[in-house]
């Protein structure tokens, strides 16, 4: 069900919208670290819920809620909006004056197609290696340099347009609207948050000022108007969960009243027919746009692909065979009669004369079994950075975990441990059953890991090397007592309400809401002790 035009006994002209019609494209989930409330998988439940089809994502700063995000709402067949909030530096990315550049501007970034899907991880790259001053920034320069495929929302109220607009600047805000425009063309819109309408529960005159300077702007410079919600959390029973959580990232107490608060905006995932009830009468375009958006941006991103550079081997090689020659020299030197030198001097033939049969079936083996699953490759570049790590003199770990279990990886010196003498597994490494990259964890001397970067950098480029991020959640315990904290519950009440909480069974932390329900002694004192249920 689209649009549909009624009209009135009075001839007055009324837009009915459907809910399907209305997009969220500006909201928050946890990864905007101690702002941002919502989880993924209820954003996604949330949106089916009330009756819509596509979504975005648009965390601080960050994509690392990208692909977690994209593969929930496709499962779910919610259509997948992919964003960002970026920060905009004042002046340049590359200005640090504390007098000047303390300040940065919000801008929404939304991924059009998979063009726009690359820029946009470009931006944030650059931001977090170049413009990183308090926080990941770009500029306008980054902006005009890879514009393409990207979607602009003009941003909140921390935004260039809005921080101009609060103080009356309207020639500065319309000068930098114009820029936008300029870039972007039908790729910008003007955004009018909700929390800015007369008729919101909650409405901010700062943000109803700004949006009406933005219809001014909409009407002069013939730039489509388009609305937002800015969504932190998705319920608005969650607001009072969101300000605890305000207080943790801020150190502060709830009961200051002087602390960070956003306790007076409605920031949830608003119904949509509150959205349409408040704005179809007078912005049904600017409501429409939502969707129009959403139906602009198509990404899809191809997952479950084995994405690793290729090894450069000697002239007269692959990647297979020039493996298969390493690891038989490695194994004549590590179960046979030759030396290290002399063993590099082999053939493949020559080599398995020196080694004893019950070691070559199991190298056969995993080798057929490394091979069948692509990862040739993947061996090669491992064991080269270590061995030119070691060949400088910097201290590697022998090997732990699954890795390990590896005749393969013992031959060619990524571990230091005989697999065959304490009768590892290589099947807890690598199972052709069950289709996953190899899991190798190497220890590397802390003082010189970054000149091992650097070497695999210089090799195959900066574009292909990259550190993996790990997530901190806060586990239940530390949840308690950050709570605790900020509600300013007496430490030993706090710590002794964080004790009753269960440990972690096989290294797994048990969420919060399951232990309450599960465990007695917790239960008890959760249905009993209003301190524990506040």
């Given amino acids: 069900m689209g649009e549909q035009t009624d009209t009135t006994p009075a001839g007055i002209v009324a837009t009915t919208l459907d809910t399907s019609q209305y997009v969220h494209l500006h909201n928050h989930t946890h990864h905007s670290l101690l702002d941002g409330l919502t989880k993924i998988p209820g954003l996604i439940d949330r949106v089916k819920e009330l009756g819509m089809e596509a979504v975005g994502i648009t965390d601080h700063g960050t994509m690392s809620g990208v692909l977690e995000f994209y593969k929930t709402a496709k499962n ?31 801008l929404t970034v939304l991924a059009m197609d998979n063009t726009g899907y690359k820029n946009l991880m470009r931006l944030s790259t650059i931001a977090n290696l170049e413009g990183m001053y308090y926080k990941p920034r770009i500029d306008h320069e980054l902006l005009e340099e890879y514009g393409e495929g990207l979607i602009i929302l003009s941003g909140c109220a921390s935004s260039e347009l809005g921080e101009n607009l609060r103080v009356d600047n309207y020639e500065e805000a319309k000068s930098i609207a114009k820029w936008y425009k300029s870039i972007f063309g039908d790729r910008y819109y003007l955004e009018l948050q909700d929390h800015g309408h007369p008729h919101s529960s909650t409405a901010w005159d700062v943000q109803s000022k700004i949006n009406d300077y933005l219809e001014k702007l909409a009407e002069e410079l013939d730039i489509p108007m388009v609305i937002t ?81 290729t090894f450069p081997t000697p002239k007269g090689h692959n990647e297979k065979t020039y493996l298969d020659l390493l690891v038989y020299r490695g194994l004549a030197w590590r179960y046979g009669d030759v030396t290290e030198e002399e063993a590099e001097s082999l053939s493949i033939e020559e080599a398995r004369k020196h080694t004893p049969k019950e070691v070559l079936e199991r190298a056969d083996y995993e080798l057929g079994v490394i091979d069948g699953m692509g990862f040739n490759g993947y061996f090669l570049i491992v064991q080269d950075f270590i061995n030119w790590g070691k060949n400088q003199g910097i201290i590697f770990g022998p090997g732990r975990g699954s890795a390990a279990g590896s005749i393969v990886s013992y031959a060619i010196r990524i571990t230091e441990l005989d697999p065959l003498k304490y009768d590892l597994l290589f099947e807890r490494f690598l199972n052709p059953d069950r289709i996953s990259m190899p899991d190798v964890d190497i220890d590397i001397r802390d003082t010189r890991r970054n000149e091992v970067i650097q070497y695999c950098t210089d090799k195959y480029g900066a574009e292909r090397v990259a550190n993996i991020v790990t997530f901190g959640t806060m586990a239940a315990r530390a ?17 002794r309400l964080a004790k009753l909480v269960p440990q972690p069974v096989q290294g797994r932390h048990i969420p919060l809401a399951k232990s309450v329900v599960d465990d007695p002694d917790l239960k008890r004192e959760y249905e009993t002790n209003q301190t524990a249920k506040t």
Avoid at 281 to 294: F, W
Avoid at 482 to 493: F, K, M, N, S, T
Wanted: proline share 5%.
């Fill in 479 to 495: 949840a308690v007592r950050d709570v605790a904290r900020v509600l300013q519950v007496p430490y030993g009440e706090s710590d």
């Fill in 229 to 309: 919600s800015d969504g932190h959390y998705l319920s608005h029973d969650d607001q009072d969960t969101h300000e605890i959580l305000l207080c943790v990232g801020t150190g502060a107490y709830l009961s200051d009243e002087k602390r960070m608060s956003l306790k007076d905006f409605e920031l949830h995932v608003t119904d949509p027919k509150e959205i349409i009830e408040r704005w179809g009468a007078s912005h049904p375009e600017a409501i429409a746009n939502t969707k129009r958006i959403a139906d602009r941006c198509n990404v899809d991103i191809e997952l479950g692909k084995i994405l690793i550079p």
């Fill in 76 to 106: 779910a067949d919610i259509k997948p909006v992919l964003g960002m909030e970026a920060y905009v530096a004042a002046r340049s990315r590359h200005d640090r004056d504390p007098q000047k550049d303390k300040a940065r501007y919000h």
